[in-house]
């Protein structure tokens, strides 16, 4: 798995810090009634609270340990350049520039400067990379 584009974020979110604080309190009460219920010879009551405070606290570690490093993924969206292309109509003239906001195909944007035409948007596209061969 790659590691570009996530962010690791170090904390301890609000509600599983409340929710451990709780389950960690009831755990406790419950081991303190198990033990309570050993001493005073009710084992099969002992049992029952000492199983609900030791699931508790395995409730806990399992919560602490999946909120400890939390990944924020953002998404890899590459940078590419965009350019128009523009041609005269009347004499065949070509240029590329960069693309403008309100660009649009078939649009008549700016003077000839070769005659009296207008250059007229043919073509939008991302500029290619060029490929460096290797034999």
Avoid: Q
Wanted: aromatic share 12%.
């Amino acid at each position: 798995m790659s590691s570009e584009g996530a962010i690791p974020s170090v904390g301890f979110p609000w509600g599983t810090f409340i929710a451990v604080i709780v389950i960690g309190a009831f755990s406790l009460l419950s081991l303190y009634l198990g033990f309570e219920a050993i001493a005073s010879g009710r084992t099969e009551d002992a049992n029952y609270y000492i199983l609900l405070g030791s699931t508790g606290f395995a409730a806990m570690g399992y919560m602490i340990f999946r909120s400890r490093v939390t990944t924020v993924r953002k998404p890899l969206i590459p940078r590419v350049e965009v350019v128009t292309t523009l041609e005269c109509p009347k004499c065949g003239f070509k240029k590329v520039r960069g693309f403008k906001r309100g660009d649009y195909v078939f649009k008549e944007d700016e003077p000839c400067p070769n005659c009296d035409g207008v250059l007229t948007i043919t073509r939008i596209h991302r500029r290619e990379k060029k490929r460096s061969r290797r034999w």
